[in-house]
Structure formats: C-alpha cells, structure tokens
C-alpha cells in the first residue's frame, strides 16, 4: 500500500520535473514559427521569423561575432587551463597553493562582480595604455575575448585536472625510462591519455562563452555585441517572435554541443578493459 | 676484473628528513642476476630507481658500465626498468607499447619493426600485437613490459617487485621463465623483490637491505649459511637464536652455560653474540640419545604440527623456546607434546651474529 503511493508521489514528482524543464523548450520552439507579432499569442505557422534571422544583418554580426568570441577564447583558455592543470598536478613550486585557490576564484564570484571587475580592469587599463603609448584603445572583440579567456581558464583547469589526477604517473615515468624527453612523454602519452578531459574541458568553454551575458556586456564596445547580449537588448526593446527563432537556433548549438561532448567521452571509454 | 655493470659508492638519498637510501657501496657484475631484498620501506626501491633515473642520489656517486650517471634524467641512461604494476601505455597497442622506446630513439620504421616481432617473440606473445593491454591477462601484460623494455637492448634490466601481481602457480613460472630469459639475453638484471625465497631461487647474487643500508651481499648460499647480522638471519628463512658469550677463538658459552664451538671470527673473548641456528639444522633424539662426544640440550617439546614432508616442533629448552623442523622420512623417530628430548647439532650448522636486539 505504502510503496504504492511511494511509486506515484515519485512518478508525479518525476513527471513535474519533466513538464517544467521541457515545456518552456517546447513552448519556445512552438511559438518561433507563430505568425503573430506578440510573443505567445499563436498566429498560425510561420518561417518569417528565421528568414528574417537569416536577413537581419544585426542579429547576422552578432552571430558571427560570437562564434568568433567562442572559437578565439576557448582555443587561448584550452591550452592555457591544461597548462595550469598540469603544472598543479605535475610539479612542485613556490606558491602553489595559492595559485591553486586564485585558479577556482572565476568560479566562485558572481558574475557580476566579474564583470564590474572587468570593466573597471579594461578601463584603467586602456587609459594607461593611451596615457603611456600614446595609442587609443578601445573595448571592443578583443576585450570580450580576454574576458571570456579570464573565466574559461578555471572552467578548463578544473575538467583537465580531474582526469590527470585519475592517470597513474607511473605512465609518464615509464615513457621517461623509454628514452622519451619529457616533451615526447607528454606528446605520445600523457595528452593522448587526457585528451577526453582535454576536449571536455573546450566544448564546456566553447558553451560557456556562447551563453555569457553579464561579462560579455560590461566588457564589450561598439561593434561587438553578442548573440545573447543581442537577444537581451532585443527584450528590452520590444519583443518580436524573433528572438524565439534566435533562442532555438542557440539551442540548437547548445545541443549540438553537448551531444559533440557526449560523442567524446564515449570514443575515449572504448579503450577501457574489456574482458578477456 | 671488468668494469661492474652498475657501481654504488657512498650514495645516499634523502627525501625531506627521510633518509631512504644510507650510504650504499655496492658493485653488480656485468651480466649478473642480482637481487635487492629487503622488508618493505628498507630502501630497495629508491635504489633501483636512482639506477633507472626516477630519482637522483642527494649524495654519492652512481656509476653505470663506468660512466657516472648521478644527475642524468631516465631518458639517457642504458638501463630499461619492468614496473611493478608493468605501467604499459593503454591507449597503445601491444607492439606499439613494444615498439615505443625505439620510436622515442628514432629508430627507423623497418628496423622498429623488425625488433618489436622479435621481442614479441622473445617472450611468447605472438599473435597478440593488435591487442590492448587490458585485454591481456596478469602474466601476459608482465611479458608485454618484459618486451618493451628488453626490445631496447639495455644494458641493464630493472625489475622492481615483478612476480608480486601474479598469482602463486604464475609466479613460480615466470621464476624459471625469467631466469632462462637473462641466460638467453645475456645482460644484467637488477630485481627488486621482498620475497626470499624468489632470491633465493633466482638470483646469482643478493643484497640483503634494512632500515636504508646495504646489510650483506653475496650469494644466496652465503647468506643463507653465513648471515652477518641478527636481522638477515631472521629475514631470510626462518633461524633461532640462542644468547651466549664469546669464551676464547672459536668457543661460545651460552646463556645456560653450555659450551659450544663455532666461528667467532675474530670476537674478542667477553663479546655479546647470538647463535643462529635454522630449525632444519636442530637435532632432535629422545632424551639421553644424543651423540656422548657433542654437546646437547635437553629439554620437552611443547607443540608437534604435521607438515606432510616435514614435522615441526616447538620445544621448550630451560631458558628459551626453540623450532625444530625434522624432515618427515620413514625411519624418523616422531615426537608428541610432553615427550622428554635432547637437542645437538653440528659445528657448522650455525652462524655466529652480534648479539642482543
């Protein structure tokens, strides 16, 4: 009697989750082919809306800029991270410990206070460069990108971190016995053997960077709005069915995404022990 | 007398406060199967990896075929090591884990080919090279580092502990196997193992370690027979020993003021020794049945535990315990518990230590 209610009090709860993680998703995809102006108001099916995503040259920059933003910072954060992680994990030195906590800290602190940090950083810093060199610099890509890098390291460091820690050192001394230079060890044994890790690690910065908002706002100039800074000034503007087509072609990447990673992780456990 | 293939003076190794290594002096003959032995933590490991380059002597001088080898990293020494867990390359296959030193030499592809079948065949894999290692059995992946280090053509071979994940029945296997394998190769082997008996059986020479130092070094005959200290007694095979004082050249009194003869080798008379004396070299008779002209010991035995080849007794003598293990033949006369016993044993069945602990 007990476990029959148990079952359904789980299933109900079970069946909730589902309803509100999914039903928005749902409702987004449905109403980006609604023919109505307003958001949510059915207005039979329509593509207008991502004809007009793929004519609207504002929302084609800001694409094109994120896309850039996510491949530049996460290609610097990827080999920067695993550099990180492996000096954590590989060598002794002054101040590890705390170059180990100052690593987390991204993490940790609100994104706001990162961003405001940002701002204030690229500011102070820009009008030193012009006081100094005479060049006037400006916010621009590349500060969206330098910021983006900032946050993506500690991401990055952390997942290449978790997987060096669980790769036996015997490995890497038994390449060093084999004649190989400490290059040629990490080169033919230890990235091979950390790589899933490694693409982890990318794929988790290259979704991170496409959906930040509050950093990329504070840090961005004229010229280098983001797709999602994009969306988020479109909502304060007056919304339009748009922003669902741009919402679900986001989503869409996102998946993408998470089923590349999923692909990842899945070709590096093949090589697990099989049974003989 | 050739350059020794490795040549250990004074070196020491320190980690922090530690010290592993003591002040080692120790020579390996080129072509040699020798044996570091020791109890767990007594430094052997740290000494075979300061020959391999994994650590470096913090004092002391460590010569390789002559050449001093102190500060050069692994990649440049001419010696391959077998770890203990074998360490093979997982993402590798098996004639690419064989085949990797020579790639990290830039051997070129024919000649890496050539060699990596040869070794595959050296140790019996063949048929296995498109495999990975975890799909390869304990002693199979033993023989795959075997492979991949002897493919190098080193000219000294490291094994650290290299039987100790097998199985019992496999390791008395790879025993002879790895024997016949160093015959066959003809280069130095340096094993690591805290298992005596594997000495014993295996190696040419042996070095018995404890608390950091090089306690003995010689054949394992010599150490067995003529153990140089209390510790080495006890640590290879099984020994009793008996307290007593030296009493002139070659004459001993022991505690229960019996008069024995044995070497004294140079003690002055007054001098703490322990007899070691092995409990297959106990003399056992019922009481009174002991040669008249020898000395004997009587006392009652305290336990009788059937062995199949062998009994072994426990006995209590007046001032101490002692194991007595007489081989299980037809005409041996057995004992029970509470049987009155007298207790001889020849000149040279014992061997003279330093005394007290």
Not at chain 1, 38 to 49: A, E, Y
Not at chain 1, 157 to 167: E, K, P, T, W
Request: charged share 20%; with cysteine; aromatic share 8%.
């Amino acid at each position: 009697m007990i476990r029959g209610w148990t079952a359904r009090l789980l299933g109900s709860a079970t069946g909730l989750v589902y309803f509100f993680l999914y039903a928005p998703v749902l409702l987004l995809v449905v109403f980006s082919f609604s023919a109505d102006r307003n958001v949510g108001r059915w207005g039979g099916f329509t593509l207008d809306w991502y004809r007009e995503f793929g004519a609207n040259a504002e929302v084609q920059d800001a694409l094109r800029i994120s896309l850039q933003v996510a491949v530049v910072s996460t290609l610097i954060a990827t080999v920067l991270g695993t550099m990180a992680a492996l000096a954590l994990e590989r060598f002794r030195f002054r101040g590890k410990k705390v170059f180990d906590a100052l690593l987390y800290l991204p993490i940790i602190i609100p994104d706001v206070t990162m961003a405001v940090m940002m701002l204030l950083f690229f500011t102070w810093s820009l009008d030193l460069v012009d006081t100094v060199t005479g060049f006037t610099l400006r916010k621009g890509v590349g500060t969206v990108v330098v910021s983006h890098i900032a946050f993506n390291i500690s991401f990055v460091s952390v997942v290449v971190r978790a997987r060096l820690d669980g790769m036996d050192q015997t490995l890497e001394q038994a390449a060093a016995d084999l004649y190989a230079t400490r290059w040629q060890a990490f080169r033919h044994v230890t990235l091979p053997l950390i790589l899933p890790g490694v693409l982890g690690g990318a794929l988790l910065a290259l979704t991170l960077s496409l959906d930040d908002v509050v950093v990329t706002q504070f840090a961005s100039g004229p010229g280098s709005t983001t797709l999602p800074v994009f969306v988020f000034s479109l909502i304060r503007k007056g919304v339009t069915p748009l922003i669902n087509a741009v919402s679900v072609v986001m989503l869409v990447i996102s998946v993408l995404l998470v089923v590349l990673s999923l692909i990842a992780q899945r070709a590096s456990s093949s090589d697990e022990p099989a049974t003989e | 007398m050739s350059t020794p293939a490795v040549e250990f003076s004074g070196v020491t190794k320190r980690f922090g406060e530690v010290v592993a290594v003591d002040s080692v002096d120790l020579e390996i003959a080129d072509g040699e199967f020798f044996a570091l032995l020791g109890p767990s933590g007594c430094g052997k490991t740290t000494s075979l990896r300061m020959i391999a380059g994994l650590d470096l002597p913090s004092e002391g001088s460590l010569k390789i075929h002559g050449e001093e080898v102190g500060p050069l990293p692994p990649n440049k020494r001419p010696v391959n090591t077998v770890f203990q867990n074998y360490a093979l390359f997982p993402h590798l296959t098996i004639a690419d884990n064989v085949g990797f030193g020579l790639k990290m030499q830039k051997v070129d592809k024919a000649e890496i080919g050539r060699r990596v079948a040869e070794a595959i065949e050296l140790v019996q894999l063949g048929g296995m090279e498109r495999r990975k290692p975890t799909q390869l059995s304990g002693g199979q992946q033993q023989r795959v580092a075997l492979a991949r280090a002897l493919v190098n053509r080193p000219r000294v071979l490291l094994l650290d502990e290299p039987l100790a994940a097998l199985d019992l029945k496999l390791r008395q296997g790879m025993q002879n196997e790895l024997k016949a394998l160093q015959r066959e190769v003809g280069i130095t082997f340096v094993f690591v193992t805290h298992d005596q008996e594997e000495a014993l059986s295996m190696a040419d020479r042996i070095g018995v370690m404890g608390d950091a130092k090089l306690l003995q070094v010689g054949r394992p005959e010599e150490i067995y027979e003529q153990p140089v200290s209390r510790f080495v007694a006890d640590f290879i095979g099984r020994s009793n020993f008996l307290p007593g004082t030296v009493a002139g050249d070659d004459a001993i009194t022991l505690a229960n003021g019996a008069a024995i003869t044995g070497p004294t080798t140079g003690r002055s008379a007054g001098t703490a020794v322990d007899v070691s004396l092995r409990p297959e070299r106990v003399r056992l008779e019922a009481r009174g049945a002991a040669p008249a002209d020898r000395p004997s010991i009587d006392g009652v035995v305290r336990t009788a535990t059937f062995l199949g080849n062998a009994m072994v007794y426990s006995l209590g003598l007046d001032w101490l315990e002692l194991e007595a293990r007489i081989e299980n033949r037809p005409s041996q006369a057995r004992f029970a518990p509470g049987d009155e016993i007298s207790v001889w044993w020849r000149d040279d069945a014992i061997a003279v230590v330093d005394g007290g602990r």
